[in-house]
């Protein structure tokens, strides 16, 4: 047991946790909310809410039976208004950390049941199954009947993937379980397990799956089954979805990351999209502009390739794999182009940054998961140079501590 206090909660954190300012220093307790008068057992900055005393107009009931237990959500107690403003306030403050007043967006919100990718951590706990997310601030794995934050057609197989993992599992470390939904059906990619199954388990494995009517089904990479290709949609190109490959969390999220990038662009007639991936980007680019699409991750750009080659009525599409931390698009590669778009991971982009800033490119869009390096990697444009016209946030990640954001930048 810790020291029980009575908190006044001044503000909600980064990472959502209710901050109370104490003659010791911030004191984060989870699940409370600004303005809040709580009961909480403390252990040194951190605590453990027991009571809410006074709570806060913005409190509401969560939408979800798991909340405060499942680790996959932070704030679905907040009233929306707050919650938004919250998400905005997060991306004005990780700009302002670098000396950037940011013209920033209302939050573009995405709603419930938008995720079409979930990866779930998966254990057998003696004759069955344990599988959904990590447990807040614990290790334990939240057997889940429910996400309403996620797509309904990856809840309603739940059940059917616990029977179909089982032989899969051990009780040692957990497994993971990634679903995706494809345009053209469930993708399930199984990770994190032991050995090679005999064959009457991939017999049964691919019984279930029928069972199921999931499109396709891995182990470790390796196709144990497949009814048909999973595939998604970029712009008019379908790609097929190789295994373990990145995709936008939300389509409607994407949808407008789309929107917002390719209005930046208008008029361009040369675009080089960094960091493409698949081409979530580089197909909607290329219905009015030729495109270098260029990652470091050969299977996506291969999938870009092959869907550019069945797709028609496109600008031409250039595709290089490279990786951009490594080696970047240096200035002299950039010549020639009227606008950059790049969308990295978690990391940013710094030195792919400085070479933008180099190159003659007068428009460039940068799109991130992460407002710090998001606003990193600006400081360097405008330093350069740019102006930041606006950054608009998108709440792909619906209750969670990450915001999606989309920055344009033009030179001044």
Known sequence: MGDTQALDIARLGAQGDGVADTPSGPVFVPYALSGERVQADVHGERARLIAVMTPSPDRIAPVCRHFTHCGGCAVQHLRSHAYLAWKREMVIAAFASRGIDAPVAPVA????????????????????????????????????????VTASAIVRVLPGLRRLVEPLMSRRAPGRVIVTLAANGLDVAVEDVPGDPPPDVREFLAREATALGLARLTLAGDTLYQATVPAVRFGTANVVLPARSFL????????????LVTQAV???????????????????????????????????IAALQNAAKRTPGLKPIEVKVRDLFREPLSARELQGFDAAVFDPPRAGA???AQSLVDSPINVVVAVSCNPATLARDARILIDGGFKLERVTPIDQFLYSAHVEAVAILRRA
């Open 109 to 148: 919100s995405v709603g419930l049941g938008a995720r079409r990718r979930a990866a779930f951590s998966a254990r057998r706990t003696g004759r069955s199954v344990v599988l959904g997310f990590h447990e807040a601030k614990g290790v334990e794995i939240v057997d889940l009947q429910e996400c309403p």
């Open 248 to 259: 936008q969390a939300a389509p409607v999220a994407e949808a407008e990351m789309v929107r």
């Open 266 to 300: 208008v008029g361009a007639k040369r675009v080089a999209d960094l960091f493409c991936g698949m081409g979530t980007f580089t197909f909607p680019l290329a219905q009015s502009a030729s495109v270098l699409a260029v990652d470091g991750d050969k299977q996506a």
């Open 350 to 352: 710094a030195t792919q």
